[in-house]
């Protein structure tokens, strides 16, 4: 089974809604897209360079921030992880739990929620940049 917007999947709607021209209105393409992908995707898995293994987040899409992961305060994942850096990152949906797409990801913020229901923890902002081929 395959999850996705109307009768494409959200790697397809990646691959059409990426273009040069922001006449076109690619921001409001992509804003759809992020929260199809919060619906689609249950969580992400990637690698950081400096540290060992493979990270896996659940995917969030709050109200604040927007599509996004939780990362707790002492994770050895954190200092290197930097706003602004682009990673590829597998997606991941919840069911079939083998269904896996590749995007490449910029990490748009990192902020902590000390006041809020996410406290210990820092909100690590996502946008979705492009399929892998």
Same mark, same amino acid.
């Given at each position: 089974? !395959?999850?996705?917007? =109307?009768?494409?999947? $959200?790697?397809?709607?990646?691959?059409?809604?990426? &273009?040069?021209d922001?006449? +076109? =209105?690619?921001? $409001?393409?992509?804003? %759809?897209? /992020?929260?199809a992908?919060?619906?689609?995707?249950?969580? !992400?898995?990637?690698? $950081?360079?400096?540290?060992?293994?493979?990270?896996? *987040?659940?995917?969030?899409?709050?109200?604040? &921030?927007? *599509?996004?992961?939780? !990362?707790? +305060?002492?994770s %050895?994942?954190?200092? %290197? @992880?930097? +706003?602004?850096?682009? @990673?590829?990152m597998?997606?991941?949906?919840?069911?079939?739990?083998?269904?896996?797409?590749?995007?490449?990801? /910029?990490?748009?913020?990192?902020?902590?929620?000390?006041? =809020?229901? *996410?406290? =210990?923890?820092?909100?690590?902002? @996502?946008?979705? @940049?492009?399929?892998?081929?």
């Open positions: 089974m !395959v999850v996705g917007i =109307g009768a494409m999947t $959200v790697k397809q709607a990646v691959l059409e809604t990426t &273009t040069e922001p006449a +076109e =209105g690619p921001l $409001v393409a992509m804003s %759809n897209l /992020r929260e992908a919060a619906d689609t995707y249950d969580s !992400v898995q990637f690698a $950081v360079r400096g540290t060992s293994g493979i990270y896996q *987040f659940k995917i969030r899409c709050l109200p604040e &921030t927007g *599509f996004c992961i939780l !990362v707790r +305060e002492d %050895n994942v954190l200092p %290197n @992880l930097k +706003e602004g850096a682009v @990673l590829d597998a997606y991941c949906q919840a069911w079939p739990a083998i269904a896996i797409d590749e995007f490449k990801t /910029r990490i748009t913020s990192i902020g902590s929620d000390d006041k =809020g229901r *996410f406290k =210990g923890h820092q909100v690590v902002g @996502l946008s979705i @940049l492009s399929a892998h081929p």
